[in-house]
């Protein structure tokens, strides 16, 4: 078994500890800049669900919708929709 399968199921298992579906509340006050970056990150991560070897090919699709919520409630508190948008254009168009 490779390592990144070991993780993949030491994470799995870990995600399916009772109590780990229950939701939190979490007060948090970050940078734009960190919105920004946590919503790269988020999505980047994203693209790698359909790989069964890494640690997002076994998460359930209601979690990935999920997070892609949260990444999206972020940048709209943030005020960043707009200019997230236009970053992604750069990126779709291999200018960054």
């Known amino acids: 078994m490779s390592a990144k ?3 993949a199921k030491v994470f799995d298992t870990v ?10 509340k979490i007060d948090l006050k970050i940078s734009r800049k960190n919105v920004l970056l946590l919503s790269h ?3 980047r991560g994203l ?7 890494s640690l997002m090919g076994s998460i359930a699709q209601d979690e990935i919708t999920e997070l892609k919520n ?3 409630e972020c940048l709209q508190k943030a ?3 707009e200019l997230n948008q236009k ?6 168009d291999g200018k960054v």
Do not use: R
Not at 47 to 53: G, T
Not at 87 to 92: A, M, R, S, V, Y
């Open 15 to 24: 995600l399916s500890i009772p109590g780990m579906s229950e939701p939190v």
């Open 41 to 43: 990150f988020i999505e």
């Open 5 to 7: 399968n070991y993780a």
């Open 70 to 72: 949260i990444s999206q």
């Open 47 to 53: 693209l790698l669900e359909k790989d069964e070897s």
């Open 79 to 81: 005020g960043l929709v």
């Open 87 to 92: 970053l992604l254009t750069f990126i779709e």
